[in-house]
């Protein structure tokens, strides 16, 4: 990082003078630049690894802690055991000569010279460090081992438990939510409220999953933005044809260098401020080295302490948690400082067992009989973990082709063919326990015809699909739509009925109600709009004439 005479150079003449009777050195002169030199050559002739062997306790375990991390150490991380070095200009020093009762281990270990502070660009921003100066820190090359003053704790170890009496299975019902979000995607592109519509499709209607699945579509190609809306690339054709496992495996190696951001969704946190960033990737990182690859339960909370106490800057590298504005929503209060770590990281790692993980069927969570919150890693986790292929194979399933008109496929269906299926039908809202539910329309079979998928190419998909001969009924509509277009309609209407055709005549030629008057359904009788005719009853009392009303739900 720095030389011996650099870092010396950093000090105030005061404090090379200082180290210089530390080390039995008279350095009396006012030539700044020759005393670091001096002291630099002393230090470069130190055996520093026997030095830290006869330091007092404490000061060898901040110094064999130092070595161990690289030779530097965030300020903030350092000082959180071992105290921090109080900053003082010379007049201070002179006046308080604080080498005399050094106020915690840092200082003592400053005013010795063995510990020095730097500033450092990282891919975090600007760190501010305590380090060892090259010269010192070479002496603790390959092979030579660490000075053990104080004996390290063991790692922690998490302890499996018996399986618990609450719990949920593994889901894997993103990739089918993904599915129906693609298939909306292709039939009007996702834009304006298209929520509306697209989330009674789909299994879990969780806005921040939602959140999630989008963003990974985006980032694995899969969805691109067009004049439309979003749309699906050729990126999302290849990954509905894949097998159900390899599709799992796919969102979750997107979702591992995904920039979506947990941070920013955890229930009862709320982040604000432009001036602060968090990155993402760094709390996943920590967790998945943290979790044990094997498939017995544990407890949350144990995971959590594991990380505390082993790698608790996983998210802040530079030690420092007075610089992000996060604050606690029950209580309103900003969350500041090392002591909200629980409040804050513990929470983070918790939701991201709780919830990414879970919505993408890594984990199954559940409760003990002591409603304590426990997780396991389902058998693809551990795979993925541990890098081990995809094996796991899908069973064909065929759809279902009904006589009247409307499509069945099961849960556990090809994806892609459900995407194919979306294309030509129109789907119904999502019903738990059931399979999912599409319709042949003559506006659907248009849209697809607006696609390129003509009428022949839909009998054979569907004879394809279901495997066996399409129903009679379901074959003749087809072909009959492809011949004569739209035969039927049904619609909703409020109906106007009268006891003189004059009547009617004379709305139909009012100016102020002519415009209500909808198909004219016999002599006595005429069709109004549902959603006019308050409008036209307002209308009609105007001009005279009092209207009975017996619409469903209105009075």
């Known amino acids: 990082m720095y030389t011996l005479e650099q870092a010396f150079m950093e000090h105030e003449l005061i404090v090379l003078r ?6 039995e050195m008279d350095l009396t002169g006012r030539d700044k630049l020759a005393c670091a030199k001096v002291l630099a050559d002393r230090f470069a002739a130190l055996d520093l690894p026997t030095e830290i062997e ?6 060898g375990e901040a110094m064999q802690t130092l070595v161990a991390a690289g030779g530097r150490l965030p300020v903030a991380t350092f000082s959180r055991q071992y105290g921090e070095v109080r900053q003082m200009g010379p007049g201070r020093l002179e006046r308080e000569e604080p080498w005399y009762e050094p106020e915690n281990v840092a200082e003592a270990l400053w005013y010795r010279g063995f510990m020095f502070r730097g500033f450092d660009d990282t891919a975090e921003g600007v760190i501010e460090y305590y380090y060892l100066p090259d010269e010192l820190m070479a002496q603790f090359g390959q092979g030579t081992a660490v000075p053990q003053v104080i004996k390290e704790a063991p790692m922690p170890m998490l302890a499996p438990l018996e399986t618990p009496p609450q719990m ?3 889901v894997t019902n993103a990739i089918d939510d993904l599915t129906t979000l693609l298939a909306e995607a292709q039939r009007t592109g996702l834009q304006g409220e298209w929520r509306k519509t697209a989330v009674p499709l789909l299994m879990e209607a969780d806005s921040a999953r939602l959140s999630l699945l989008l963003t990974l579509a985006k ?10 809306g979003l749309r699906p690339a050729r990126t999302a054709v290849s990954w509905l044809q894949e097998s159900r496992e390899s599709q799992l495996r796919a969102l979750a190696e997107a979702w591992s260098g995904s920039n979506w951001n947990e941070l920013r969704r955890v229930p009862g946190l709320i982040c604000e401020g432009e001036g602060w960033q968090n990155d993402p990737l760094l709390a996943r990182t920590a967790l998945f080295d943290a979790l044990p690859r094997d498939e017995n339960w544990y407890i949350v909370a144990d995971v959590i302490a594991t990380i505390k106490e082993t790698e608790p800057d996983f ?3 530079d030690g420092n948690y007075d610089t992000w504005y996060i604050r606690d929503e029950a209580s309103d209060q900003y969350l500041t400082g090392f002591v909200h770590w629980d409040d804050v990281e513990g929470r983070l790692l918790h939701y991201l067992l709780q919830a990414p993980m879970r919505w993408l069927g890594l984990v199954e969570v559940g409760y003990t009989a002591e409603d304590v919150a426990v997780y396991r890693l389902t058998a693809r986790a551990v795979a993925w973990l541990e890098n081990e292929p995809v094996r796991a194979q899908d069973v064909p399933v065929p759809l279902v082709v009904q006589a009247d008109a409307s499509i069945l496929v099961p849960f556990n269906g090809d994806r892609y063919q459900r995407f194919q299926t979306a294309r030509i039908s129109e789907a119904e809202p999502y019903l738990a326990g ?7 329309t003559p506006a659907s079979l248009a849209l697809a015809q607006e696609q390129g998928i003509a009428a022949d190419r839909v009998l054979q998909f569907l004879e394809k699909g279901s495997g066996r001969p399409l129903p009679a009924s379901v074959k003749r509509a087809i072909e009959r739509w492809a011949q004569n277009g ?3 309609r049904l619609e909703t209407a409020v109906v106007l009925r009268v006891r003189d055709a004059a009547i009617l005549d004379t709305l139909a030629h009012n100016p102020k109600t002519r415009d209500f008057i909808g198909e004219r359904l016999g002599e006595l009788a005429v069709a109004i709009r549902r959603d006019q005719w308050e409008q036209f009853r307002e209308a009609t009392a105007q001009l005279g004439l009092l209207l009975d009303v017996s619409v469903s739900g209105e009075r």
């Open 486 to 488: 739209v035969e039927g």
């Open 168 to 170: 949920e299975t593994a």
């Open 434 to 440: 059931k399979p999912y539910l599409y319709r042949l």
């Open 315 to 317: 998210q802040r590298p």
């Open 18 to 23: 200082v180290i210089g009777e530390w080390w």
């Open 54 to 59: 006869y330091l007092p306790p404490e000061e």
């Open 219 to 228: 980032e694995m190609g899969m969805l691109r933005q067009g004049d439309t």
